[in-house]
């Protein structure tokens, strides 16, 4: 539960500072998301690797995060290296970001919705604004480069901050409920490990 609420916030955060980078510096927003993108993906292949030894022994089995991370870091610095190549692809990688922030927070939305908390419809508004921003920078035919940064920044800035608020809500509920129901928070950790492992022996 740990590892996922701080890679939610990761996550935000990175948002938030990439979508003040496009909304100050819009000019060079392809450049910046690339690096962003790049710094980002080596710091979750970092992330795993450490995660992965600091795991059990019980908890080493079937599990790919040092992998993963390699993969991931290997990813970033190929990101930051050819960043000059893939700029004009950025709109597209981030537009695609936006909606899928959308479809994260419309999850959110069934996971307050099962905890028998309130508020499940706030998320639904918040995903249905990120994906508005998506779609916006996706099939908006914006043809000023600065002008399409700057929506894109508003866009992962809003998305940032919405994310971060959603993972902090849904973390003091996930407690509550595991408190009023008697059910401790490794309980739901061992359930998830279970569940890689049955998936792996169905691989």
Same mark, same amino acid.
């Given at each position: 539960?740990?590892?996922?609420? !701080?890679?939610?916030?990761?996550? *935000?955060?990175?948002?938030?500072?990439?979508?003040?980078?496009?909304?100050?510096?819009?000019? =060079?927003? *392809?450049?910046?998301?690339?690096?962003?993108?790049?710094? *980002?993906?080596?710091?979750?292949?970092?992330? %795993?690797?450490? $995660?992965?030894?600091?795991? %059990?022994?019980? +908890?080493?089995?079937? &599990?790919? +995060?040092?992998?993963?991370?390699?993969? !991931?870091?290997?990813?970033?610095?190929?990101?930051?290296?050819?960043?000059?190549? $893939?700029?004009?692809?950025?709109?597209?990688?981030?537009?695609?970001?936006? @909606?899928?922030?959308?479809?994260?927070?419309?999850?959110? /939305?069934?996971?307050?919705? &099962?905890?028998?908390? /309130? &508020?499940?419809?706030?998320?639904?508004?918040?995903?249905?604004?990120?994906? @508005?921003?998506?779609?916006?920078?996706?099939?908006?035919?914006?043809?000023?480069? /600065?002008?399409?940064?700057?929506?894109?920044?508003?866009?992962?800035?809003?998305?940032?901050?919405? %994310?971060?608020?959603?993972?902090?809500?849904?973390?003091?509920?996930?407690?509550?409920?595991?408190?009023?129901?008697?059910?401790?928070?490794? &309980?739901?950790?061992? *359930? =998830?490990?279970?569940?890689? @492992?049955? %998936?792996?022996? @169905?691989?």
């Amino acid at each position: 539960m740990k590892d996922l609420k !701080w890679a939610s916030l990761l996550t *935000a955060f990175l948002y938030i500072i990439g979508g003040f980078l496009m909304l100050l510096f819009p000019g =060079k927003g *392809a450049l910046f998301s690339c690096i962003v993108i790049g710094a *980002a993906l080596i710091i979750y292949g970092v992330i %795993d690797v450490i $995660l992965y030894f600091m795991l %059990d022994l019980s +908890e080493l089995i079937f &599990r790919n +995060e040092f992998v993963n991370g390699v993969v !991931w870091i290997m990813l970033g610095f190929m990101v930051i290296h050819y960043r000059l190549s $893939l700029q004009k692809m950025m709109p597209l990688i981030l537009g695609v970001a936006l @909606v899928a922030s959308g479809f994260g927070k419309v999850q959110n /939305s069934i996971v307050i919705h &099962r905890l028998n908390a /309130s &508020r499940a419809q706030v998320p639904l508004l918040l995903g249905a604004i990120s994906m @508005v921003f998506g779609m916006v920078v996706l099939f908006g035919k914006l043809h000023v480069e /600065s002008l399409l940064f700057q929506i894109i920044g508003a866009g992962m800035l809003y998305s940032g901050v919405s %994310d971060l608020y959603l993972t902090l809500y849904i973390s003091g509920k996930v407690k509550q409920f595991c408190k009023a129901h008697d059910v401790p928070i490794a &309980r739901i950790q061992e *359930a =998830k490990n279970a569940e890689h @492992v049955q %998936d792996t022996d @169905v691989q």
